[in-house]
Every structure is written in C-alpha cells, then in structure tokens.
C-alpha cells in the first residue's frame, strides 16, 4: 500500500497510484468539530480516521508579526475583524492602507515586508520535522487578492481598467516579497518540498472576474516566474482559481505550466466535468470538484455519495485528487464529510 | 444631441469626468435633465449589462461605468426630484446580516440605479429589522438581498419571514441574488424571484415592478 505523499507524487509523476488521492480542506471551526467528535487529538489522528491524503503545509515564522508603522495590523498593514454569522466567524479586512493612493511614487515609499525578517533557523528545524509519508507544501502566492485587501476590491478591480501603472507596481512588489522568500525557503528544504501554491481567483460565479487581455497583462507574466522558480527546485505548482476559469485554462497551461488545477467548481458555466476532462485531462490534475455550495452543505448522505461516484466514473482515466471545492463549512453535516472519505475509500481503488 | 452622444460613450466606456463635464454642459444648455436619463444614461448602462452579459465586460468594467453613471446622475438627481419625477421603482438592497461582501450587491445596486430606479442601499450586515423600517419609511415597493456565503443565505429566509411577520409582504417584491442562490431556494423560502448577475437582476426588477 502507497503512503498518502507516494500517492500524490506518483500522480504528479504520469504513474497509478494504487487509489484515488484525497485531500482535505476546511474552515477552523470544521476542523475543530470533526476533532472533537471523532476524539482525535490532532488533523493527523483525523487524517488517518478518514483516509485522508492531506497535505502537510510549512509555513515561515516571522521575526516581527505586524506592520512597522502600524502594531493592530499584518505585515503587509492590513487590520482584521471577526465577522459572526452564527455558526462561527471569519476575518474581513478592516482597513485598505493603499486605498488613497494616487502614484505609483506612493507606492514605492509604501512601508512594503521585507523577505529576510523570518526566522529561517525555525523553518529549517519544521521542515526537517515534516513527516515523510505526507506531501510537503511551502510557499503561497496570490498577488491581486493581496492588492484587493490593501487597495479595496472595488478600486482594485477599477485599477487594472484606469490606473495600469499603479497597480503593476504594487503587484511588483508584491512579486518580490514572494520570489525573494520562496527562493530562499525552497533552498532550505531543497528536496522536501512536494508542492508550492500559486492562486488568483480568476473566475466568478457566471465568468471570468476580469477579462483575458488584463489576465495576460498583470497576472500571468509573475505567475510564471513564480511557477519557474519553483520547477527548478523540482517543486510542483499547486494552482487555486475559483469559478467559472475555463476560458484562462489553455493559458494558466501553457503560459504558467499549472501542475494540479483546484477547485474545479463544476456547476460553473464552462467547468463541467466532461468538458474539462476532454479537453486537459491529459495535460493536469484535478484537484477537488466535490461541489462545495450545495451537494456538501445541503445534500443528503446519499447526493454526496452519487457525487463523488459520478465524479469516480467522469475523472476515469485521467488524474484526479478527491477533496471537496474549497473549504467545509460549518454548516455541512458531519455525516456528509463521512459519506465524501468514506466513498471515496471504498470505490478509489485503481 | 452629438454633444449628448458623448455622455452615453463616456458612461460605455467608463469615463467619469467626461461624464461629469458633459452633464454639466447638457444642463447649463438647458437640456431637460429626464431626456438625458432615458435617452442617453439608461441606454448607456443597458449596454453596459449586455455587454457583460455577452463576456465582453466584466467586473472591472462595470465598476468604472457605474462611476461614470453616478457622477452624472449626482448632478441630474437633484433636478429631476425638485420636477417630482418618479423613478422606475424604489427599491431597497442590501447583504443580508452576517454577510460582509457586498461588490456583487453594489454592482446590481448601481444598475439598478443606471436603469432609473431610485436605490436605497443599507449596505452590509443589514438585518431584517432594518430592511423593514427602511421599507416603511421610503415606501419601496422591492427588496433586493444578496449573500455570497453559504452559511449567511439562510438570512434570506429569516429577512422574508421577518417580513411576513410585520405585515408588509403583500407591499413589496422580493428578489435575491449571490453565489450560492439558486431560483430553488428562491422558490424554497418565498422570494418573488432570483437572478445570478447584475444586468439580469436589472431585467428582473422591471418585471417584477411591472407586475
């Protein structure tokens, strides 16, 4: 039998695994239930109670958490606040430190991270402690939700159309802050690292957010570098887009080199199952398409159970990680999350 | 008219202060500000709708025309209350308590506005208690709900039912909108209808003022 990590890599490598990799991605509050009804003490313990081939994620700690001119905020001056809407909380950003700028001066004498400021001997010390029969991922970046939070998502959205030189030199500096640390992180764990992700919610509910020219124009070039960055370490690029993105595939292909394609969001126009397999199953690895907005939330046992069989029959040959479309949320049934691994575990085998 | 010509194209192609300058001229020329409503802005931002609805515009799109919509309707809005004019509808929008996202419901909030109606917006976190008191002071006669969690549409329902329970559900039409709504849950908790993008929630609510 294949350790979760050889399945993943023996996907990643065009070879069989003996069953169909699963992964697991989930709000706090989730995680913290599944923990506690299933009286396992970590999401290792839970992993294994519901053969689950999750990924195990290194992150640098920073030697100074908070902006230099602001100790409420992030690194990159970002404020947060616990929104409740009932069955838990998520954070909204309270602040956008970009949203009065007006030239691209302003945002070169931004306060911006600088890369160096993480305690490496730490990183170093985690990847080493990493365990051996999990995938190992290191490595974020998604620049434009980052410029979205500091600038305010309208006036990021209106940027890419009427301010062009405002918001490359953001995204630049965003682009540094990350190549600059990935390049140091995967030296350090040189040969431990499995996987890098690379994001940019492209699609919306119905279509892309933003057209292809601005696509082509402020996302892909970075994307790609970064994408290169983490090929010559022999680290595959993970890439997240939510929504209807089919249009951008050929290009996230062809131009970036995405390995593995999440979340596969199939009841979106264009990102239909067959479809997708027809036209790239031989070119990527699906990562997801366990429908996140209604069969887990609002299905039966027994929808999940005839999804993830659809999904068993429709992936066929090509290659796919099972795991529901972006992260549980508290409002999903336990019985739901059971009926996903457990489906998945008594009919993945290949 | 050419002149005027120029306020639809800066609305299409999302030119603010071209909108604004040409406004003001149209106006100080004596341009009746209802003819420049319904015969240069409502057909601009109805192109704008189509467009998007076509995958020619998206997001940004729409957002810089909304702007440029608005910069001319701040200075006609005055002009055409002091003539009581009545707008298209009255409508009051808002995402629904616990739900923080809100550029989906200012997308549609500002073609709703494009399309004449007068939009009275809450914002976000907007709880059914203030969707009714906002429907009885301004007399609206449209609700317009938005969510884009899972876990916050159940809002929905608790907003239509509050409305219900105050007795002024037979005053007003319902309709929601947001990632995860479907027509299904429309019909599930009662709402009047369902539309998943801006141009189409335009389309809808002149339907549903209209019945």
């Known amino acids: 039998m294949m350790t979760s990590r050889e399945r993943w890599i023996a996907l990643l490598s065009g070879e069989r695994p003996d069953r169909i990799p699963t992964d697991y991605w989930a709000t706090d509050e989730v995680t913290a239930r599944l923990l506690q009804e299933f009286a396992c003490p970590d999401k290792e ?51 956008h430190p970009l949203e009065l700028v007006e030239s691209v001066d302003q945002i070169h004498a931004y306060r911006w991270p600088a890369p160096e400021d993480h305690d490496f001997d730490r990183f170093t010390r985690d990847i080493a402690a990493a365990p051996r029969h999990r995938v190992v991922r290191v490595g974020d970046y998604e620049p434009f939700l980052l410029y979205c939070a500091l600038r305010g998502m309208e006036l990021a959205m209106m940027d890419l159309k009427v301010e062009p030189e405002i918001v490359d030199a953001a995204l630049e500096h965003i682009f540094q802050y990350h190549y600059l640390l990935n390049a140091r992180l995967f030296e350090i764990a040189r040969g431990r690292v499995d996987i890098t992700y690379v994001a940019e919610d492209l699609g919306g509910q119905t279509s892309l957010l933003f057209g292809v ?3 082509r124009k ?6 790609k570098k970064m994408a290169d960055l983490a090929r010559s370490f022999g680290v595959h690029v993970f890439y997240h887009t939510d929504g209807a993105a ?29 479809g997708l397999v027809r036209d790239f199953g031989g070119r990527v690895i699906f990562h ?5 907005q209604f069969t887990l939330p609002f299905g039966t046992v027994q929808d999940v159970r005839n999804e993830v069989l659809d999904n068993i029959r429709i992936f066929g ?11 549980l949320q508290p409002v999903t049934p336990t019985a739901n999350i059971v009926a996903l691994y457990e489906t998945i575990h008594d009919n993945g085998i290949l | 008219m050419e002149d005027l010509k120029k306020l639809y194209d800066a609305i299409l192609t999302g030119n603010f202060k071209i909108a604004r300058e040409t406004t003001q001229q149209a106006l100080a020329a004596g341009i009746d500000p209802q003819a420049l409503v ?33 910069a001319s309707l701040e200075l006609i809005r005055p002009l055409l209350a002091a003539k009581g004019a009545e707008p298209a509808g009255r409508v009051v929008i808002g995402t629904v308590k616990g739900d923080l996202h809100d550029i989906g419901k200012n997308l549609v909030a500002a073609m709703l506005e494009g399309a004449g109606f007068e939009v009275i917006d809450l914002g976000v976190d907007v709880s ?15 609700v317009a709900m938005s969510a884009l969690l899972t876990t916050t549409m159940n809002s929905m329902k608790t907003t239509v039912e509050a409305i219900k329970a105050a007795g002024v559900r037979q005053k007003v039409k319902i309709m929601i909108g947001g990632a995860p709504v479907t027509q299904k849950y429309a019909d599930e908790i009662g709402a009047d209808g369902y539309s998943n993008n801006a141009n189409a929630a335009v389309a809808l609510a002149r339907k549903l003022v209209a019945a």
């Open chain 1, 45 to 95: 313990a839970l992993y294994t109670r519901l053969n689950i081939d999750g990924v195990f994620d290194v992150k640098p700690v920073r030697i100074c958490d908070h902006h230099p001119d602001d100790p409420q905020a992030d690194i990159w001056g970002l404020r947060r606040k616990a929104i409740d809407y009932g069955a838990g909380s998520y954070d909204e950003f309270d602040n």
């Open chain 1, 213 to 215: 020219p601005e696509i």
């Open chain 1, 218 to 223: 402020y996302i892909l070039p970075r994307q």
């Open chain 1, 246 to 274: 089919r249009e951008i595939i050929p290009d996230l292909l062809s131009v970036t080199g995405i390995e593995i394609l999440n979340p596969i969001q199939w009841r979106c126009p264009g990102m239909e199952r067959e």
């Open chain 1, 288 to 292: 997801g398409a366990v429908d996140n």
């Open chain 1, 317 to 327: 040959d090509s290659r796919w990680i099972c795991a529901p479309c972006h992260n």
């Open chain 2, 38 to 70: 319904q015969q240069q802005m409502i057909p601009a931002m109805d192109e704008v709708g189509r467009r998007y609805e076509a995958n020619e515009y998206f997001v940004p799109e729409l957002l810089i025309s909304a702007r440029a919509m608005k």
């Open chain 2, 128 to 142: 059914p208690e203030k969707f009714i008191a906002a429907l009885n002071e301004r007399h609206a006669t449209l």
